[in-house]
């Protein structure tokens, strides 16, 4: 009991933010307006993402976050450091240059606000731009 839980906490709050987005997008984008009623796990909702969209970049590393989540669910005196974060990690490198000194859980907060801006409905020209450059 006298163990902080602060880094589960924005863990789990991290995933909670990245499915609240990832919902958004399969309505919005997907046009699956009944996805409430499918009642889809998480894992199978980021498998419903698209290869050919610029989300599909993030999705590697929205697998890891649920995998390390699931951890969580399952022993809460679980350590993690920077080397469990693998696919965040280096998706973080692509599109970040300041991740080099953040920790494990600065690296999730980073992650998913990366995550939940590919998430969001794009404007349809800035998406044309994005397939263009994540296609090379």
Not at 25 to 36: F, I, P, Q, R, S
Not at 39 to 50: A, S
């Amino acid at each position: 009991m006298d163990k902080s839980y602060d880094e589960i906490a924005i863990l789990l709050k991290c995933h909670l933010i990245v499915e609240h987005y990832l919902d958004i997008y399969l309505v919005e984008e997907l046009g699956l307006k009944e996805l409430k009623k499918a009642k889809l796990n998480f894992y199978n909702k980021v498998n419903l993402l698209p290869e050919n969209k610029v989300v599909y970049f993030v999705k590697p590393g929205i697998i890891k976050l649920n995998n390390l989540r699931n951890k969580v669910a399952h022993n809460l005196n679980v350590e993690f450091t920077k080397d469990d974060l693998g696919q965040i990690l280096f998706i973080l490198k692509i599109a970040r240059e300041d991740i080099e000194n953040c920790s494990f859980i600065e690296s999730i907060e980073k992650f998913t606000v990366l995550a939940c801006t590919w998430l969001s409905p794009p404007d349809s020209k800035i998406q044309s731009y994005f397939v263009e450059s994540t296609s090379h």
